[in-house]
């Protein structure tokens, strides 16, 4: 079983940077396709970021050019910088492979946005 761990999160005002951390026991996570994802209050969960074995990132138009994510092979680390953030970036963030079948959801970090 894959133990997903996110961290990094934490209280930050508008405009704002973060950088949140995933990693997994057990796995090599540059050998998959891994995402960012989040849950907002009262939203179901969504993806934000991803990138694929290889490095080509993409995301969605709500973060685009204000998140970026990567792999750093030597930790087996997967990151998420977050710039520029704002009040509707408040979420708890996590990290899963991208291709079924995902493995068991992390606890997640909480980011929270506010002045």
């Known amino acids: 079983q894959v133990g997903l761990v996110e961290s990094g999160g934490g209280l930050v005002q508008p405009g704002g940077s973060l950088r949140l951390s995933c990693t997994a026991s057990g796995r090599v996570l540059s050998a998959y396709h891994m995402g960012w994802y989040r849950q907002g209050p009262g939203k179901q969960r969504e993806p934000v970021a991803g990138?694929?074995?290889?490095?080509?990132?993409n995301y969605t138009d709500a973060v685009k050019g204000r998140l970026t994510i990567w792999v750093h092979d030597a930790k087996n680390t997967v990151y998420l910088q977050m710039n520029a953030l704002k009040v509707e970036d408040t979420a708890v963030y996590y990290c899963n492979r991208i291709m079924a079948p995902t493995w068991t959801w992390g606890q997640g970090t909480q980011v929270i946005v506010s002045s």
């Open positions: 990138i694929i074995a290889g490095g080509k990132a």
